[in-house]
């Protein structure tokens, strides 16, 4: 992966800050900087650029305004309580101030001594800090209906529509979706994609969420065939691109489409009270249909999903490997939804 920049007019330099040796003490800022730096090009999990930006965004946006400016010693729970205090008060929902706040833990715990450990431990107090609990009700993760999926797969716009077909009956992240190539990541019937590689904010990259997001998923025939249908007689290129033939960009997929059908089919997302939501909800709306498919071997789901195997059974399980049974089970579960020539 490319390696993640760090931030211009920086006044330390990030790769030696990592390890404490008796310089001058960083400051919230310059450490943050020499995290991220870090997680780009470390060996053992490197942290994907998407997930870098979107982590700078936070700092710079509500933590370093905060606490930047304080010397690393001096970013303790009475300090941070400020910052919890000020989000809470801004309306902030309690998972993105959690998440914040595990970003300061972090950058805190990753200035090391000599020895590998962190110089500047912390007993954090959740009750103190009053952080807010997450209700997993309120979490904003809304699932598709079939009435929902159904209108959706007749949306008049052909492209987007088999985006949305493809999206629910495959269950795989949209990323995943606008990075397959038609000659390399979809079998010639047309009945298994390969998961290999993604698109990033309109760019290819050569990497998937996870290692267990390396995997095939298995269409339904009647998917296939409309997939076929769809492709007709392209034999390379991108399966959804724009006219450059570069990878779609999701903000058009959602605002221009999406949100658009949404609100022509009366969807209310019952966690926002809008219109709007993610793709991400056509994923649990297949892994919703899955874990209602009777007799359907728990781990060739998680297979299809993209979810890593939790113990040594599932490890050892082989079944994954066995695409005819694959094929059999897409075929009993089926999509869950009307296409539009049924």
Same mark, same amino acid.
């Given at each position: 992966?490319?390696?993640?920049?760090?931030?211009?007019?920086?006044?330390?330099?990030?790769?030696?800050?990592?390890?404490?040796?008796?310089?001058?003490?960083?400051?919230?800022?310059?450490?943050?900087?020499?995290?991220?730096?870090?997680?780009?090009?470390?060996?053992?999990?490197?942290?994907?650029?998407?997930?870098?930006?979107?982590?700078?965004?936070?700092?710079?946006?509500?933590?370093?305004?905060?606490?930047?400016?304080?010397?690393?010693?001096?970013?303790?729970?009475?300090?941070?309580?400020?910052?919890?205090?000020?989000?809470?008060?801004?309306?902030?929902?309690?998972?993105?101030?959690?998440?914040?706040?595990?970003?300061?833990?972090?950058?805190?715990?990753?200035?090391?001594?000599?020895?590998?450990?962190?110089?500047?431990?912390?007993?954090?107090?959740?009750?103190?800090?009053?952080?807010?609990?997450?209700?997993?009700?309120?979490?904003?993760?809304?699932?598709?209906?079939?009435?929902?999926?159904?209108?959706?797969?007749?949306?008049?716009?052909?492209?987007?529509?088999?985006?949305?077909?493809?999206?629910?009956?495959?269950?795989?992240?949209?990323?995943?979706?606008?990075?397959?190539?038609?000659?390399?990541?979809?079998?010639?019937?047309?009945?298994?994609?390969?998961?290999?590689?993604?698109?990033?904010?309109?760019?290819?990259?050569?990497?998937?969420?996870?290692?267990?997001?390396?995997?095939?998923?298995?269409?339904?025939? =009647?998917?296939? !065939?409309?997939?076929?249908?769809?492709?007709? +007689? %392209?034999? &390379?290129?991108? #399966?959804?691109?724009?006219?450059?033939?570069?990878?779609?960009?999701?903000?058009?997929?959602?605002?221009?489409?999406?949100?658009?059908?949404?609100?022509?089919?009366?969807?209310?997302?019952?966690?926002?009270?809008?219109?709007?939501?993610?793709?991400?909800?056509?994923?649990?709306?297949?892994?919703?249909?899955?874990?209602?498919?009777?007799?359907?071997?728990?781990?060739?789901?998680?297979?299809?999903?993209?979810?890593?195997?939790? =113990?040594?059974? !599932?490890?050892?399980?082989?079944?994954?490997? +066995? %695409?005819? &049974?694959?094929? #059999?089970?897409?075929?009993?579960?089926?999509?869950?939804?009307?296409?539009?020539?049924?």
């Amino acid at each position: 992966m490319q390696s993640y920049p760090a931030p211009e007019g920086s006044p330390i330099d990030p790769a030696i800050q990592q390890t404490s040796t008796g310089s001058a003490e960083p400051t919230f800022r310059e450490q943050g900087e020499a995290f991220l730096l870090q997680l780009s090009t470390r060996i053992r999990k490197p942290v994907h650029n998407s997930t870098l930006f979107t982590w700078e965004h936070n700092l710079n946006h509500w933590i370093y305004p905060a606490i930047g400016h304080l010397p690393l010693s001096e970013v303790t729970n009475s300090t941070v309580k400020p910052l919890i205090a000020a989000m809470t008060d801004a309306g902030l929902r309690a998972s993105y101030i959690n998440a914040q706040f595990r970003l300061v833990k972090e950058v805190v715990a990753s200035l090391l001594d000599e020895q590998g450990e962190p110089k500047y431990p912390r007993r954090w107090n959740a009750v103190y800090l009053d952080l807010p609990l997450i209700n997993p009700r309120t979490l904003n993760r809304p699932c598709f209906s079939e009435e929902i999926v159904n209108g959706l797969a007749r949306w008049r716009f052909p492209r987007e529509r088999m985006i949305f077909i493809l999206a629910a009956a495959s269950g795989a992240r949209i990323g995943e979706i606008l990075g397959l190539d038609v000659s390399q990541h979809v079998s010639t019937d047309c009945s298994i994609l390969k998961i290999e590689r993604q698109a990033d904010h309109g760019h290819l990259v050569p990497y998937v969420k996870t290692n267990a997001s390396n995997r095939e998923i298995d269409l339904h025939l =009647s998917v296939a !065939e409309m997939l076929n249908d769809f492709i007709g +007689d %392209r034999k &390379s290129g991108l #399966l959804f691109s724009t006219a450059n033939c570069t990878p779609m960009n999701l903000t058009h997929i959602l605002s221009g489409h999406l949100h658009p059908a949404l609100r022509e089919l009366g969807f209310v997302n019952l966690c926002t009270g809008t219109e709007k939501a993610g793709m991400h909800a056509f994923r649990r709306f297949r892994n919703t249909l899955l874990g209602k498919c009777l007799g359907l071997p728990e781990r060739v789901q998680k297979y299809w999903m993209g979810h890593s195997a939790h =113990s040594i059974t !599932e490890r050892y399980d082989k079944i994954t490997e +066995d %695409r005819d &049974s694959r094929k #059999l089970w897409a075929q009993r579960c089926g999509i869950g939804f009307k296409l539009p020539s049924e």
